[in-house]
T-cell receptor, first 113, second 115 residues
């Protein structure tokens, strides 16, 4: 069964900490995405990557950065965590062809205290 | 800017009632359309998708959606809901022909089905 795996299901961090969220896919997909999901706001795109070492900003990139050194791994970095970054973070991947949707990971619920 | 609107934020139905969830998008070109579902505590799953051809699309678990191009709509329907359909439903649009297949999501509709 194909999978997108997010390393942590729940995470609690302190304000100001540097936080790494990891995502790995085993489907050889070119595209990978990071979203945050908040009640009443749906899913908002933070960053995406269409190839190794390539990245593009999504709709809400402020306070975040990403890294994609290998095709299967896409990391989201919170440089200095703040309480307004408390959220559910979802990773997804897809093939390059447009006619396919995304495969999502189970999500990481991050709480910043 | 491209956007997706889901006008129903919370819907409460009794079992066996019919369901229709609205979805409208703003984009003038060709789009691919999707409905995703998130059951409590689970990850997002694809319910159905439309790319071309018959505008009435059938998905899993008895769901269907109709693409009406003139109305920029892709409403989700189910004739008779079950308690197990309690979930959050997201409509998503993928503008066709972009460099990367970005999905734009609506804000979601929380469906609660009462037994």
């Amino acid at each position: 069964d194909v999978k997108v795996t997010q390393s942590s299901r729940y995470l609690v961090k302190r304000t100001g900490e540097k936080v790494f969220l990891e995502c790995v896919q085993d489907m050889d997909h070119e595209n990978m995405f990071w979203y945050r999901q908040d009640p009443g706001l749906g899913l908002r795109l933070i960053y995406f990557s269409y190839d190794v070492k390539m990245k593009e900003k999504g709709d809400i990139p402020e306070g975040y950065s990403v890294s994609r050194e290998k095709k299967e791994r896409f990391s989201l970095i919170l440089e200095s965590a703040s309480t307004n970054q408390t959220s559910m973070y979802l990773c997804a991947s897809s093939p390059r062809q447009e006619r396919y949707g995304y495969t999502f990971g189970s999500g990481t619920r991050l709480t910043v205290v | 800017a491209q956007s997706v609107s889901q006008h129903n934020h919370h819907v409460i139905l009794s079992e066996a009632a019919s369901l229709e969830l609205g979805c409208n998008y703003s984009y003038g070109g060709t789009v691919n359309l999707f409905w995703y579902v998130q059951y409590p505590g689970q990850h997002l799953q694809l319910l159905l998708k439309y790319f071309s051809g018959d505008p009435l699309v059938k998905g899993i678990k008895g769901f269907e959606a109709e693409f009406i191009k003139s109305k920029f709509s892709f409403n989700l329907r189910k004739p008779s809901v079950q308690w197990s359909d309690t979930a959050e439903y997201f409509c998503a649009v993928m503008p066709y022909g972009g460099a990367t297949n970005k999905l734009i999501f609506g804000t979601g509709t929380l469906l609660a089905v009462q037994p």
